[in-house]
């Protein structure tokens, strides 16, 4: 007998019992309907979450939109007064009309800078700024121009040359810098009077508004051709060459000490090597 008649034949698969094929269908549509309420959850989170997104989006656009139409658009927040400061009586008319702001619109509209430069055009104005005063007023604060000397004409001049004619009726600025020092305005009448224009006026006043508070008070006139040759007349009837604006410390010191001296002429433009002499 040949070996491969010994070896038993192969059973044939068992077929599933059904108690297994039901618990195996039990198990699945367990697991489905457990997928089936997954999603359902899920599309449900899902769809509340763009529902409450979507509604912060509209209230925040809605917000801003409020914001927006309160602020550019709405009259609650309109200009209802224009006010200056800094300036008084037709001063102060004068600016506010330069400024011309207009009643009414909202003051996050308002062109400040548009109303500024408007009033930068007066030329006694020395500086000019427009401020919003929430909710409803506008401030213009313009400082004018202080007047150091004045033209023959009757016209004043500022420390830096610039010649200008206040308003009628208007005062003048409070206070005049003269070589560093804030000094109580003097009478319209007492200003020094200045014969010179372009440079050389520039330089004149450049020279005059070095000059110490002392000397300052005892210039009458100031004349001028060229801005090398500053002249200052005092009011003893002296007569100081001051040259340029150059050195204005050392000549100013210069001066002090010749002043001691009876002279009819002093002359400063060369600090070094200063001179003085009386006429005939």
Do not use: C
């Not at 100013?252 to 001691?260: N, Y």
């Not at 600090?271 to 005939?280: A, D, I, S």
């Amino acid at each position: 007998m040949s070996a491969s008649a010994t070896k038993p034949p192969r059973r044939a698969p068992r077929p599933p019992r059904r108690k297994d094929q039901q618990a195996r269908a039990a198990r699945a549509a367990k697991l489905s309907r457990r997928r089936a309420t997954e999603i359902l959850v899920g599309s449900r989170t899902a769809w509340r979450r763009r529902l409450l997104v979507g509604g912060i989006v509209v209230g925040v656009s809605g917000g801003v939109a409020m914001v927006v139409w309160l602020f550019w658009f709405s009259s609650l927040l309109a200009v209802s007064s224009v006010r200056a400061v800094g300036v008084e009586g037709a001063a102060a008319s004068a600016v506010l009309s330069a400024a011309d702001v207009p009643i009414g619109v909202p003051l996050a509209r308002l062109d400040a800078a548009a109303a500024s430069l408007a009033v930068r055009q007066l030329p006694w104005v020395a500086s000019v700024e427009v401020r919003r005063g929430w909710p409803h007023e506008v401030v213009v604060a313009a400082v004018p121009r202080a007047a150091i000397a004045t033209l023959s004409s009757g016209e004043s001049v500022a420390a830096d040359g610039a010649v200008y004619t206040l308003p009628q009726g208007a005062t003048p600025a409070r206070t005049t810098t003269v070589g560093g020092d804030a000094i109580a305005p003097a009478a319209e009448a007492s200003l020094p009077t200045v014969t010179a224009n372009g440079d050389a006026l520039i330089a004149a006043m450049g020279a005059y508004s070095s000059l110490p508070t002392d000397l300052a008070g005892r210039v009458k006139a100031i004349t001028a051709t060229t801005r090398d040759n500053v002249d200052l007349a005092l009011r003893g009837g002296a007569l100081v060459h001051w040259g340029s604006a150059e050195k204005a410390t050392e000549k100013a010191q210069v001066l002090r000490s010749l002043l001691r001296h009876r002279a009819d002429i002093y002359d400063v433009t060369s600090p070094e090597l200063p001179t003085m002499w009386k006429r005939g």
